[in-house]
Structure formats: C-alpha cells, structure tokens
C-alpha cells in the first residue's frame, strides 16, 4: 500500500521506517526541510537502536522516501498516518494540538476523496471526534505505546494493536496495513474514538502510578527504617502486580510519561472529572528529586555550596541521548543553583546536555567525572555505572560519598570500600555510621 507519516520526529521516523519494513511504500512529511534532507539520506537526529539501518535500507530500495510538500503526500498516499507532536502547553499542562490541527487541517486540503485519515499522536479524548466533525475525510486513530530505546522492536512486534474506527471499511484498511504483525498472532483490540483515546492515556497513566506508588513506599520505608529495592521485590513475585515499573528511585521523567499525566489530569477536569490521583503521582513524582538534592546536602555536611559534585547520568533513561525532562538534569541544575561545581558524565547524552545545560561540567570519561569529587550522584542506571570499581573510585575521588538516586549499585560493596552510601527508600548501610 501507499502510506504517508506526517510529522518524522521520533514516533513519525520509527513508524515511517517500519511501515516500509512491512512491504509498504512510504512518505515521510516534515515542514523542516533540514529533517527531510537528513533523514532521505539515512541520517537520524536521535538515538534509536536499529532504526538508522532500517531507514538506510529502505531508502536505498526507493521504498521510503521524505519531503516536505503535502500536496505530493497528499497525491501519494491512499492512508495518512499522522505522527506530530502534542506537546505540553506552559499555562495549563493541557497537550497544545496545534500540530496535530494542522496536519488534519492540510490533509482535508490534500488527500484522495477516499483516503483515510489515521492519528497516531497522542491526544485528548475528543479530539478524534472533533476532527471527525470537521472534515469530509474518513478519520480512524491507533495509538502508539513504543517506548524510546525499543522504538523499532515496540513497532514491528507490538504488545497489542488498538484501532478506533468509525466504520467497517476504515477497520479493513488497517488491518491490510497491519496484516503482517496481525498475522503473527499481535492482540487486536477496536473500540470508538473516546475509548481509543483513553487507551493511550490509561496506560501511561498506569504505569506513572506504578513507579509513583513504589516511590511512596520508599518514603515510608524512610520514614520506618524499610528497604524499598527488596519491598519491590517482594512485591513483583505477585503475578497480579508483576515486576516492571517497581524501580524506585528519582522517578521517571522524558518525552511521554510525565506531560502525558499533566495533560490527561487537565482534560479530565475539563470533563468534570477530577483525576486527583493523577495529580498525587506528578508530586510524589517530583518530590523524588527534591530527596536526592537533600540527600546531597546531607552528605555534604548541610549545604553544597563550594562542593565538587560528580552526576552519573544525563539522559532520562539509560540507553538513550534523550534529555527531555531528565531527572538526572533537573537535579543537576538545583545543585549547580546551590552553589556546587557540577560535572555531569553521561556515555551518550552529554552533547544534549551541554546545549541545553551550559553552565554544567562535563567530562569524557567517568575517571576524569570522578577525579577530585566531594560526592558523586548515580543519577541515570547506565550498565557501565555498576561496573565501576567501587575501590578504584574512593582512590580518584577527594571523599568517598554517594548518592544512589536509581538504587541500582551494590550498597553493601560501595560500603565495604570504604563509601558513604546513601539512596532513596534505603536504610543506612550497617556497620556504617550516620
Ligand atoms: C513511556 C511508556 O513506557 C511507553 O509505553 C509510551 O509509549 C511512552 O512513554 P518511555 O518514555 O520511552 O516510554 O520510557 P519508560 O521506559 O516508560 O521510562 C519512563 C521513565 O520512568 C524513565 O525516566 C525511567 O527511568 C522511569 N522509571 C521506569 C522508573 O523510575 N522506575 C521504573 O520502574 C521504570
């Protein structure tokens, strides 16, 4: 089939590049013409296992192509995936639909009588119906649930399908475009607009509360002596819990999760429904990162004012070049306000941070990040930070303190080597004093 993806960020470039993986002929729409020259010549802005090879390859076989006209897409494409962003608005929290509006708005201009019209951006429950309003063209929307890092692997091989459709034929059109991954055996659900919509938003929902409810017991592990690492994992052997999303910590930050609850507690209020609990895990959510900065305090004798601090980690998850949002900059930045001297490590998100975070340290090596620190702050779980030796580290360091904001590294041996250990949710090491 002839598929356009409107809007090549990293939704609209992963789903580009698969649909062609799939067998279809694509289009990839950008306004930006720069994106549009990058991408036809296989480069990608961001970091995505796998999908630099995948959009290499397609657009050496011809079958994925970009521009930036939407009259071309518009004569191409028989189905229009649109994949803008829905960023979140300054005043209010609420998703700013600007983009998504004008694609559909340009679309209605451009596409086939017959074409049908798909949403894939996130969005709040009633603007599917809304557009369905607006325009002639027949509109279905199928969200998308892949998380950054396993973009490609979310795509091709998906925990499930969801498809709000209006009529028998916009189903039939996305099942013929999904054929191969319906084929494999991938869940389908179909619903109506509103459902549809909310199935996107529940699940981000869901899994904020998730790492928002594991976070609360870390406070009251605090508060009552406990250890939240083997609370969790006590509690993950439960199947009706499960394991995932029980990482306690600094809480999550990025692209989606947190923009996507403000947005979800805002158009539920519009409804009349108050959502308070959605507001309760965006707090308990940013009260995260005020622990760390007093758990920096505290190692540092009250104030950081003058401290060398060292900051494992920049992005907002391992793996990844993405700073949006990041938990590990947000409390970088407090610390640097307080009067500490900040260098920040991060193996592939430092060139992002230093654009966005320019009065920050950075090193080249966790060696160099380590070198003559006051105290260092696991701040983003990379692999390689639980490698390091933690008795090569106390010879590089000018003190020996940690803060392990992921709970990730192994307390009993950062204590053996002679470290201060402290994370959130966690008791004092034994054989350690305050
Ligand atoms: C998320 C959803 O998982 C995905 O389904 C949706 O489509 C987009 O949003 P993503 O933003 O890529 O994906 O990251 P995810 O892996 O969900 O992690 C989000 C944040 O939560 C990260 O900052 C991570 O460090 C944090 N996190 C995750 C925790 O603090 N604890 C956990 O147990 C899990």
Known sequence: MRLTVIGTGYLGATHAACMAELGHEVLGVDADPEKVAALGAGRVPFHEPGLPELIARHT????????????????????????VGTPQRADSGAADLSQVDAAFAALAAHAAPDALLVGKSTVPVGTAERLARTYD???????????EGFAVQDTLRPDRLVFGVASPRAEAVLRAVYAPVLAAGTPLV????PTTELVKTAANAFLATKISFINAMAEVCEAAGGDVRTLAEALGHDDRIGPEFLRAGLGFGGGCLPKDIRAFAHRAGELGVPLRLLREVDAINMRRRDRV???????????????????????????????????????AARLRLEGADVTVYDPQAADNARKAFPLLGYAGTVEDALRGADLVLHLTEWPQFREIDPERAATLVARPRIVDGRGGLDADRWTAAGWRFRAPGRPVPAGEGQ
């Open 137 to 147: 063209a027949e509109i279905a929307w199928n969200p998308e649930f892949l998380r």
């Open 190 to 193: 179909t619903a109506d607009f």
């Open 60 to 83: 050496a076989s011809g079958r994925l192509r970009f521009t930036s006209s939407f009259a071309e897409a518009g004569a191409f494409g028989e189905v229009h995936f649109v994949c």
């Open 293 to 331: 900065v007093e758990l920096a305090r505290e190692q540092c004798g009250g104030a950081v004012l003058g401290a060398r601090i060292t900051v494992l980690g920049a992005a907002f998850k391992p793996g990844l070049d993405d700073i949006r949002d990041s938990p590990a900059l947000a409390v």
